[in-house]
């Protein structure tokens, strides 16, 4: 079952995925700020990180960036979740390392869809 991180300072957006991960059979934990997201993922790695980005202290572009430049955390994919919906938000953070952006409202499909996209398959 692959694990997923939220990293995310919204209790509710937390509860909305969690639930909507769960459902679909994932591993869900979940922290509610940056820093503690990048320890988290450095002690515990996991299969995929939900970053949102407006958070206090260190945002989701540079906790992205932090962890895509890492070589001991370059792998984990990062989908970032935002209400950010300019093209270039999604151009940053993608030029940050994030492998995918979404805005919200999420549509369950497309998260869905692109999770699946980015886990790794088993052989």
Do not use: C, Y
């Not at 994932?26 to 990180?49: H, M």
């Not at 932090?66 to 950010?84: C, G, N």
């Not at 938000?89 to 995918?100: F, I, N």
């Not at 699946?116 to 088993?122: C, G, T």
Request: no cysteine; glycine share 4%; charged share 25%.
């Amino acid at each position: 079952m692959p694990n997923i991180l939220i990293i995310d300072d919204s209790p509710t957006d937390v509860r909305v995925f969690t639930t909507l991960l769960e459902k679909a059979g994932f591993s869900v934990s979940s922290v509610d700020n940056a820093e503690a997201g990048i320890e988290r993922i450095r002690a515990n790695r996991p299969d995929l990180v939900i970053m949102d980005v407006i958070m206090p202290g260190m945002n989701g572009f540079q906790a992205t960036r932090t962890l895509s430049r890492d070589p001991a955390t370059a792998e984990v994919p990062v989908v970032m979740i935002t209400t950010k919906s300019m093209e270039t938000d999604r151009v940053w953070g993608l030029r940050q390392g994030a492998r995918a952006f979404i805005t919200k409202p999420v549509n369950e499909k497309e998260l869905l869809a692109t999770i699946d996209n980015l886990l790794p398959k088993p052989h």
